[in-house]
């Protein structure tokens, strides 16, 4: 907590230096001079200083700085401050660093320019602190004592009987009352008065204990007696007093009534009440043990190892590199070690900076709750993946833009609750604030159910405020709106409240987690809620990247920008307009030769390879071309130079295994200054990424091209396919009347695509059969095609409007032909096992005995599904009571065989004894898979085997068991 | 009174500064040798392309990286290649510059007695650049300003 409050006052003296400075250089200017970076340097000082007031809960300071934001708001328009008003500012930060330091102030809000002013004597808003300042030494004397008493009262809940202890507590309460009354806190003093009458009776009776309840009660009041102490004292103090006190009252009552009870009856009280905390002495035991196996650090010096560890990381590569080039295998062997070694270490290092996001995220509840109050709203935050963990300094950076956005979410976001139930909603608003890892990045999600963004408002506003012109709003799409949010000054709160709507705050998120390396997105639905992203890399320092040369230099392509390498004759590449560009998978690729980038003369025109680098900006991706492709690294982020920043080509430096120096190629900046995506362009790109709104056109969808017996190409969504296989035809067999193949172990059924659209096999007798692999609802299948010829990415929407068949799912319509959809998840209906033995009336009965109970459940519910009617059994014994029970009427039965009382084998010659049941089909299910195991089960009576680890292929094996006991029996 | 004060100040505790020198086109320059950390021989640069001509590269210095900044280029003089170039590191403002010069001289004493402000007659390309000069025996000193330096980096690169 005081550590907290240190930073919070470091921090807010910077801003307010950084206010100070802004308006002595307004005092160099002439008066009445327009400068609005200046103005809003000010102004976003006061209002981030006022926003970290409340959340640190000092209102006094608050109100404070509120008073002056409302001043400087006067002349916003102008964009100035008047002479006479900037001694006034000045004099207005020396009270709030007064405030800072709990020192006494004195501060006029009278805002009268001197000269006119009527002598108005410190308007009584001077701080009426108490005439008798109490020392310093009685804080911290204040603060000892109720530390003392806490980890007093967290050693009693372990051993509640230890009687010291209790004394210690009662007489550090008794002397923390003494002080407060002799200081004039009186709700302090009356609250202390009543822990020590909670306390009084159990010192007393000396043979009964403290309850849990009772601890924890004590440690709420112990918590709130250290607000009692801040200065100045938060809102409200007296109220959370007096239903403190209420409280603790009930404790006094219980312990004084367990008193009264008397020894006689001392065993139905006790075992009445809440249950004693010395029965969980364990459990209290390993808490302690945990926090004996952490210590602290600090900071700098882990910092400080990271700097290390980098220069180690670079260390090694010189090493790997020069070992490379030996043949001496002593030193090779070494090496490698020393490789792996400095990889671990250097994870492990990542791992001490690294912090649960929940360090922050659990402090917004706080500010949601004191918030929901302030707002008259009722607001409910829930937080997941709190456990997700990244580098402290990016923690520290995300606090602030966090903290704007759970404000905005809380003030404009959420409704009031009647209109909220007016559009039928809970009353309650909820904030979600989702966080967790995807792809190297941490992703954090904050939702509301509000009412949204609405596109009019927005666009008004912005109008207004000149961000955008009347023109260009209505060819805006929501995402570009949506992203207006962003830009500076803009506020949609017609009221200015304390909480925001001044117009201060987006901005500063977006530029804040952009400073980190992270993307800031808005998506909404009005009505329904508003949802902003935010991606933050995990950590800043160390990343793998791609070396690459281009000429005599060599550049690093860090790995998350990079989606794939090709290598291609320089024949291939096309040019439309003159521009190069590269057919990838059927798709357009532009191309940017890094050469002419770098304004590299492109001397040597030769006509071999080249290699193609394929990254990723935002939404597309673009190849470049470079001369060779190097290696993999891990590299350590050197920034450039601020002056450097804006030559956008480089992102920034790092130091190579040999000692020189390369860049690292800014990926996104390459992509803005050479695709033509402007400023305006990113904005949509962006939030076009993460939109979950109408993406259905823009997505991009991938197939598999086959030739059937038909004149139309196929198509499979490639999403199903696993693999493509060559087989040889004579290798197909036949599993009843299923054809099947041995695959991986198994077996794989194979469907042929002609049969199941009734075209013609048109090349029945190949010696080699190409198969897509394709997985339905987790059914393995071969589908049979009469030729695989591409692979196809589209964004083309599917053209559903005709088809011919059931399993067609529609068509693709290119600029040269018609494609047809193939609808995977029809054919594996049509093709689906129980159809074939669907011949008797009814349903097949099938006896299912198996102990595991999961298991059991499992398969059962997937034979239901398939059509069946199953009875369970958990061991032999059972199931032949079952067989007798139903009077025979199974048509198969699957049985385990490792099972308790009765085993499979037993089961299995039981039945195979009875007239009835001597031709059923009996399947082993079994974990055992030996052959040895597959014939003693065989010679048992069990009619097939199958192990529990093919489950998937338990319902084939069914239908082909019962087709083929229907074709005995017939 | 006063007068006599103040001559006394300058006559007794007359300061002196310690400046590291160089040459560029035959021209003597000194930097404060505080502001130095070190004067190496010609390192290895790694071309910055795309940068303007001033910006020559970057240099490893032991694991960190400096930039390496042409005086001349940034001083408007004509480039002269068929000097190698020693440079001088400094650091300003957290910023590691590595000033390519085209000789290193000794580092000399000066006292405060001896500074004059640039004489207005200077160039107005070298003049932003210079805080004023020193007179010394054999020769007139120009001091460099980092920090100008710096803000013209972040000017011309803007």
Redesign the interface.
Known sequence: MTNELDEFKTEILEVLDNAEKALLEFDQLPDNHRSPPLYDEVFRAYHNIKGAAGMMEMAELQSHVHQLENVLTLSKSTASIPKHLISWFLKGNDATRALLSNEKYSFSYDITPPGEKIVIPDSGLEESQSDETPPAEFFSEMNDGLEKITSALIKIESDASDRGLLDLLYREIHSIKGASQLFGFLGSSQLSHSMESSLESLKRNTSSEIQIGHVSTLLLAVDLLGQCFQRPAPPEIDKEINFMMKLLEPFCEVVMSEVQLGEHDRSVSEGKNQPSVASHPSQTNQDSDKTDTSIRVQVSLLDRLMTLMG?MV?VRNQVLQYSSKTDDLEFLNLSQKLDVVTSELQEETMKTRMQPIGNVLNKFQRVVRDLSGSLDKKINLVLHGVETELDKTLIEAVKDPLTHIVRNACDHGIEQGIARTNAGKSETGTITIKAYHEGGLVIVDISDDGQGLCREKLIKKAIEKGIIDAANADKMSDREVNGLIFAPGFSTAEKVTNVSGRGVGMDVVKSNIERIGGLVDISSVPGQGTKITLKIPLTLAIVPAMIIRCDN?RFAIPQVKLVELVRVEKSVIEYVQGIPVFRLRGNILPLLNLKE????QNSVDNDGAIYIVVLNSDTHNFGMIVDEILDTADIVV?P?????K??S??SG?T?LGD?????ILDVLGIAQKHLGTGAHADLRSLSDKYSDIATNELEMREYVLVNLGSKTKHAIPLNFVSRMEEVKTSSIELSGVQRVIRYRGGILKIVSLNEVFGYQHSKKDSEITQLIVAVVDENLYGFEVDQIIDVLSTRDALDCSLFSHEAILGNLVTAEEIIVVVDVEKVHELTRPMKIPKTSAGRRRILLVEDTDSIRQKVAAELTNSGYEVEEAIDGVEGLRKIAEQKYCFDLIISDIEMPKMNGYEFVKKIRGMNQLKNIPIIAFSTKNSSADIQLAKSAGFSSYLEKSKGKLLTLLVSECLTKNLRKLA | MNAYLSSATSENLSQYKQFSTFTIDGRLYGIDVMKVQEVTKPLQVTLMRTAPSFVKGLINLRGQIATAIGLRELFNLTPDISVVKMTVVCKVDDVLLSLLVDTIGDVVEVSDKNFEATPQTIPANIKIFMQGVYKTEDSILSIINLESILQELNKRCA
């Open positions: 220069e670079l230099d980038i770098l304004g590299i050197k450039l130079a601020k002056f450097l804006t030559i080509v480089y430096a130091v000692g020189n120096v390369a860049f």
